[in-house]
């Protein structure tokens, strides 16, 4: 049996409860709670990926809109923090829980994402290990909600106190992952590149690597040093030691499966065994399937580069 075929079959069953919670939540209340990070600037959770929202002098700028049917909440929840009109809408990457909401915002706003972002966002393919996508939400749109600007590794927006920064280090979650810094506040969005503490989803499906995300972790670290507060994709807010943390975190996680790799282990071996060293206090226990997937991907990416 191909890689492809037994690593969908590997995480099948765990993208199939993913899906069907995120399907009962989507049908539920459509609740949204508000953490209030500065006096301009709020994180809106629940619905899919964290949500942000900077206020400043002429508009709101937002940072993901979540699941399919969360832009109007998320557009209704802004009206009570501030009477001024939405004007940009950031997505850090491609993934349907971050930016399904953009076909209900209006047609006016600036949705701005990294350019391979735009391209895996006009396929849709879905993330590695879920059932494939049978719809496209933004060809079934007409193309609203889609990208109107890209950046490739750095984008400037606005000026001054309402300045907003966007960054690209390399692939990690996926090849289009976009950090989104809020200077004057000291305040960066991460995305799903830094969800919470746990194992990442590898999306190689949309250009995620399990060897580059260290890396691109650690670049994050070394370049962006005025910042205090990270919003994270999923959980709650980080901060840069977090960061710094996280990478070494996915380092160690590369080494022990290159090395068990080098000493013939089989995929198996390793995700049955493996173990989140007892100095990461905190981090979630993996999920079996993903941590399977992760290693399968890194096996795959270690065999494609010895053959070039």
């Given at each position: 049996m191909k890689r492809s075929i037994v690593l969908g079959?590997?995480?099948?069953?765990?993208?199939?409860?993913?899906?069907v919670a995120a399907q009962q939540q989507a049908?539920?209340?459509?609740?949204?709670?508000?953490?209030?990070?500065?006096?301009?600037?709020?994180?809106?959770?629940?619905g899919g990926g964290n949500t942000a929202v900077f206020i400043m002098a002429d508009g709101v700028t937002v940072v993901d809109a979540k699941?399919?049917?969360?832009?109007?909440?998320?557009?209704?929840?802004?009206?009570?923090?501030?009477?001024?009109?939405?004007?940009?809408?950031?997505?850090?990457h491609t993934h349907a829980d971050h930016v399904s909401g953009n076909v209900e915002f209006p047609?006016?706003?600036?949705?701005?994402?990294?350019?391979?972002?735009?391209?895996?966002?006009?396929?849709?393919?879905?993330?590695?290990?879920?059932?494939?996508?049978?719809?496209?939400?933004?060809?079934?749109?007409?193309?609203?909600?889609?990208?109107k600007r890209t950046f490739k590794d750095k984008m400037s927006i606005g000026n001054g106190s309402d300045r907003v920064d966007l960054y690209y280090f390399g692939r990690a979650h996926t090849n289009g992952d976009a950090w989104v810094v809020f200077p004057?506040?000291?305040?960066?969005?991460a995305g799903d590149v830094f969800s919470g503490k746990n194992i990442p989803l590898l999306d190689a499906n949309n250009g995620g690597s399990g060897l580059a995300i260290p890396d691109t972790l650690q670049k994050a670290y070394d370049t962006v040093k005025e910042v205090d507060t990270i919003i994270t994709g999923h959980s709650t807010?980080?901060?840069?030691?977090?960061?710094?943390?996280?990478?070494?975190?996915?380092?160690?996680?590369?080494?022990?499966?290159?090395?068990?790799k080098s000493a013939g282990k089989s995929v198996d071996e390793v995700a049955s065994t493996w173990k989140i060293p007892a100095k990461y206090a905190g981090y979630a226990a993996p999920m079996p399937d993903r941590l399977k997937a992760n290693v399968q991907i890194v096996y795959d990416e270690l065999d494609t580069a010895g053959s070039r």
């Amino acid at each position: 049996m191909k890689r492809s075929i037994v690593l969908g079959v590997l995480i099948a069953a765990g993208a199939l409860s993913l899906l069907v919670a995120a399907q009962q939540q989507a049908q539920g209340p459509k609740v949204i709670e508000v953490t209030k990070l500065k006096d301009n600037l709020f994180v809106l959770k629940g619905g899919g990926g964290n949500t942000a929202v900077f206020i400043m002098a002429d508009g709101v700028t937002v940072v993901d809109a979540k699941n399919p049917g969360w832009g109007q909440p998320i557009l209704d929840k802004i009206k009570e923090l501030t009477n001024k009109p939405v004007i940009r809408l950031i997505n850090t990457h491609t993934h349907a829980d971050h930016v399904s909401g953009n076909v209900e915002f209006p047609a006016t706003v600036d949705i701005v994402t990294q350019e391979n972002t735009k391209a895996n966002m006009e396929k849709m393919v879905a993330p590695t290990g879920f059932p494939p996508a049978t719809t496209n939400i933004f060809k079934e749109n007409n193309g609203r909600g889609m990208p109107k600007r890209t950046f490739k590794d750095k984008m400037s927006i606005g000026n001054g106190s309402d300045r907003v920064d966007l960054y690209y280090f390399g692939r990690a979650h996926t090849n289009g992952d976009a950090w989104v810094v809020f200077p004057s506040l000291r305040v960066m969005h991460a995305g799903d590149v830094f969800s919470g503490k746990n194992i990442p989803l590898l999306d190689a499906n949309n250009g995620g690597s399990g060897l580059a995300i260290p890396d691109t972790l650690q670049k994050a670290y070394d370049t962006v040093k005025e910042v205090d507060t990270i919003i994270t994709g999923h959980s709650t807010e980080m901060t840069r030691p977090d960061l710094k943390e996280y990478s070494d975190f996915n380092r160690e996680f590369l080494n022990d499966v290159r090395a068990a790799k080098s000493a013939g282990k089989s995929v198996d071996e390793v995700a049955s065994t493996w173990k989140i060293p007892a100095k990461y206090a905190g981090y979630a226990a993996p999920m079996p399937d993903r941590l399977k997937a992760n290693v399968q991907i890194v096996y795959d990416e270690l065999d494609t580069a010895g053959s070039r």
